[in-house]
């Protein structure tokens, strides 16, 4: 009966259908926003960054909880883009 099961299971799951075609262009402009976001943090952060070196240390500690912070963000947004592809 187990083996009835699973093979019927494998039946039921194998064939896996897409998204319809306005769906799957919802999902490509989605994902397409969602990393244009990713690269407008990565600007921002890269322009941060490269002032640390003419900063107090009081200062670099602010501007690296920055950098985390973004570094979060695009951590968040890549995951989110993956989500929506799977």
């Keep these: 009966m187990e083996c009835e099961t699973i093979a ?10 897409g998204l319809r075609p306005a769906m799957d262009d919802d999902t490509a402009e989605l994902t397409a926003r969602l990393c244009t976001r990713i690269g407008m943090i990565m600007e921002d952060a890269g322009i941060i960054a490269l002032t640390i070196g003419s900063q107090s240390e009081v200062d670099r500690l602010v501007t690296l909880a ?3 912070a973004a570094a979060r963000s695009i951590c968040d947004l890549v995951c989110a883009a993956r989500a ?3």
């Design 84 to 86: 929506i592809q799977s």
């Design 66 to 68: 920055q950098l985390d």
């Design 8 to 17: 019927k299971l494998h039946m039921d799951f194998a064939c896996q259908l």
